[in-house]
T-cell receptor, first 114, second 111 residues
C-alpha cells in the first residue's frame, strides 16, 4: 500500500461547528504533515509529527488542533473556524522527518467554512 | 523564508516539449523536487534530483540543475493532454528541513 488517504473529500461547516479531518498511511512512515493550500497558491506547512510527537507547529491558530493517535493516523480537529480558513487541506507522510525524505501526499480535503 | 519562483503559465501544443523553469534561493539545498497537481487533487511526486547531479532523466521527464545560477528545469517530452496540471518545484530548506514550494506553473496542453 503506497498511498495516503484522507477523509472526508469535501467538508462544509459553520463557524460554530466542530469537525475533524482524518489522514491514514500504511507505508510505515514515521513523519506526517498537515499543509493548507489556498486556491492558485502553493501548499503551506502547518504541522509536522515525527514518531507520533509534534515536531513543528508553524504558528497555526489554536482553532486547528492536530492529533497523532498512532503511527498510521493523523487527525486535524477544527473548532470555531473562520471563512478565511476555507482551503484544501493536504496530508503527507515521509519515511522520516527531514531532508531527502520524499513526501507522499494525500488527495486532500476541500474545506468550506460558511 | 526562502523564495522559490516559477513562471505562472505555460501553453504548449500536444506532442511538443514543455520546459518548466524554477529559480530557488537556498544554495545549500540537497534535494530538489518536482510535484504535479491536477485540478482538485493532491500533489504527486514526479521526480527529484540530488544537488550533486546536473541532470536526471526518467522516461519523458528530464530535470536539469544549474547550481551556480540556482536554476532548475523540468522538460516533458511529447507533452500530452493528460499532462495539463500545475507543476510545483520544491526545495528542502537546509536549516529547517522544511519543504519549500515554488509558486507553481500551470501547464495547458492544447490539441
Amino acid at each position: 500500500d503506497t498511498e495516503v488517504t484522507q477523509t472526508p473529500k469535501h467538508l462544509v461547516m459553520g463557524m460554530t461547528n466542530k469537525k475533524s479531518l482524518k489522514c491514514e498511511q500504511h507505508m510505515g512512515h514515521r513523519a506526517m504533515y498537515w499543509y493548507k493550500q489556498k486556491a492558485k497558491k502553493p501548499p503551506e506547512l502547518m504541522f509536522v509529527y515525527s514518531y507520533e510527537k509534534l515536531s513543528i507547529n508553524e504558528s497555526v491558530p489554536s482553532r486547528f488542533s492536530p492529533e497523532c493517535p498512532n503511527s498510521s493516523l493523523l487527525n486535524l480537529h477544527l473548532h470555531a473556524l473562520q471563512p478565511e480558513d476555507s482551503a484544501l487541506y493536504l496530508c503527507a507522510s515521509s519515511q522520516w522527518e527531514g531532508g531527502g525524505n520524499e513526501q507522499f501526499f494525500g488527495p486532500g480535503t476541500r474545506l468550506t467554512v460558511l | 523564508g526562502e523564495d522559490v519562483e516559477q513562471s505562472l503559465f505555460l501553453s504548449v501544443r500536444e506532442g511538443d516539449s514543455s520546459v518548466i523553469n524554477c529559480t530557488y534561493t537556498d544554495s545549500s539545498s540537497t534535494y530538489l523536487y518536482w510535484y504535479k497537481q491536477e485540478p482538485g487533487a493532491g500533489l504527486q511526486l514526479l521526480t527529484y534530483i540530488f544537488s550533486n547531479m546536473d541532470m536526471k532523466q526518467d522516461q519523458r521527464l528530464t530535470v536539469l540543475l544549474n547550481k551556480k545560477d540556482k536554476h532548475l528545469s523540468l522538460r516533458i517530452a511529447d507533452t500530452q493532454t493528460g499532462d495539463s496540471a500545475i507543476y510545483f518545484c520544491a526545495e528542502i530548506d537546509y536549516n529547517t528541513d522544511k519543504l519549500i514550494f515554488g509558486t507553481g506553473t500551470r501547464l495547458q496542453v492544447f490539441p
